[in-house]
């Protein structure tokens, strides 16, 4: 469960030959390996149910589920894809669908009065609006104690917000929940990447991601849906945390510093992502403009080319060419085009100080060892 999770990712899609969407998907591996022809879905489901952890439950609908979802994206299974899918989902959940967080109801309270604080509303009035009866029969303060699992805070927060005045008031229409599944996809990413969902949905896409089926799917588009030349999975893994291209836009914000001399945080947004219209420039704009003499572009040229870092083309533009070609020049050395994002994670769910990286090499590890499980040694 995250809470303002501010969800950074786009979708790209295109009609690639199949060999050719095959290098570029396996390409993220450290090395070239099991870049064969798509397999037959019983054969993926096979090695999938090889590769998967001892610990896993229901194995079979984890590896049908896992097969349909890249079939129907035409994403390649190799072998380094398939190993990605299972670490994240190890990782995140432990082949659980919707796994039980604990002290949830206490967490979702405290978020609750955090709110409640922020917008100058008394604790009593909070209070006496839990005690109101839910459409279940039972108090939402009764609910939301018991909630164990994020779909069950999820139901609770649904119908607050549509029963209770007071709900609205405190989370508007959107529903605090915003991660969901056993792979902890934005549920925001999932509606605005609904199109081609192969299964028919009854209720809602928020429905869905709470289910092994939606979960795995989005999961899998947000980790493996678009075409990015990394040279290890682990800046993949980094992505999935941060948002597509978070890594190799943090490589982007280092040779920026290094070329204009100013320090900046290397955490992907190369434009403010809470900016409206007329707002001043980040650090990370204004950095890029204290070089439009060497770069030969304008301060609107600059922020037309910042704003395309959210897409693949990006790398390819004038702007990051040019910033590139510059730091280098200054350090007479080649710079890497991919750096781990440097984002302090936050959620009412952690406890301690947990960083992007640190859950890019956790699953990076598991990874590793999905990948001796095939036989293939990795560097």
């Known amino acids: 469960m995250t809470f303002n999770l501010a969800d950074n990712s786009f979708r790209v899609r295109g009609c690639l030959p199949a060999w050719l969407l095959a290098l570029l998907l396996a390409g993220c591996a450290s090395q070239p390996v099991d870049l064969t022809p798509s397999h037959s879905p019983a054969h993926v489901?096979?090695?999938?149910?090889?590769?998967?952890?001892?610990?896993?439950?229901d194995r079979v609908d984890w590896a049908t589920d896992i097969q349909v979802a890249l079939t129907a994206q035409r994403i390649v299974p190799s072998t380094p894809n398939l190993c990605a899918v299972l670490a994240v989902t190890e990782q995140e959940s432990g082949f659980q669908v919707?796994?039980?967080?604990?002290?949830?109801?206490?967490?979702?309270?405290?978020?609750?009065?955090?709110?409640?604080?922020?917008?100058?509303?008394?604790?009593?009035?909070?209070?006496?609006?839990?005690?109101?009866?839910?459409?279940?029969?039972?108090?939402?303060s009764e609910r939301l104690a018991a909630a164990r699992t994020e779909r069950q805070l999820s139901d609770i927060f649904q119908?607050?917000?549509?029963?209770?005045?007071?709900?609205r008031r405190l989370f508007g229409e959107l529903n605090p929940v915003h991660t969901a599944g056993p792979m902890?996809?934005?549920?925001?990413?999932a509606e605005a990447h609904a199109q081609g969902y192969p299964y028919p949905v009854e209720?809602?896409?928020?429905?869905?991601?709470?289910?092994?089926?939606g979960g795995m799917y989005f999961g899998i588009t947000h980790l493996l849906g678009y075409l990015a030349d990394y040279p290890q999975m682990l800046y993949r893994f980094a992505d999935f945390n941060s948002g597509w291209y978070a890594s190799r836009n943090a490589a982007f914000q280092q040779a920026v510093s290094m070329a204009s001399g100013m320090p900046l945080a290397l955490d992907g947004d190369l434009v403010r992502p809470d900016a409206s219209f007329g707002?001043?420039?980040?650090?990370?704009?204004?950095?890029?403009?204290?070089?439009?003499?060497p770069l030969q572009m304008s301060d609107s040229a600059i922020h037309r080319a910042l704003l395309?870092?959210?897409?693949?083309?990006?790398?390819?533009?004038?702007?990051?060419?040019?910033?590139f070609a510059l730091a280098e020049r200054a350090k007479g050395r080649s710079l890497p085009r991919a750096v781990l994002p440097g984002i302090t994670l936050k959620s009412p769910k952690i406890t301690r100080k947990l960083t992007t990286?640190?859950?890019?090499?956790?699953?990076?590890e598991r990874w590793q060892r999905c990948m001796r499980r095939a036989g293939i040694a990795q560097p």
């Open 279 to 293: 707002d001043p420039p980040g650090a990370t704009e204004l950095a890029v403009r204290s070089l439009a003499g």
């Open 159 to 167: 119908d607050f917000i549509g029963m209770v005045p007071l709900g």
């Open 184 to 189: 902890q996809v934005s549920i925001a990413f």
């Open 45 to 57: 489901r096979a090695e999938l149910l090889r590769l998967m952890p001892s610990s896993a439950r």
């Open 357 to 364: 990286a640190w859950f890019a090499k956790r699953v990076d």
């Open 308 to 323: 395309q870092g959210e897409q693949q083309d990006f790398a390819a533009g004038k702007l990051y060419l040019r910033i």
């Open 98 to 140: 919707d796994p039980v967080v604990p002290g949830l109801g206490r967490i979702a309270r405290q978020e609750m009065d955090r709110r409640a604080v922020a917008q100058h509303i008394p604790g009593l009035l909070v209070d006496a609006a839990l005690w109101l009866k839910s459409p279940d029969g039972r108090r939402y």
């Open 203 to 213: 209720g809602t896409m928020r429905d869905e991601v709470f289910s092994r089926r």
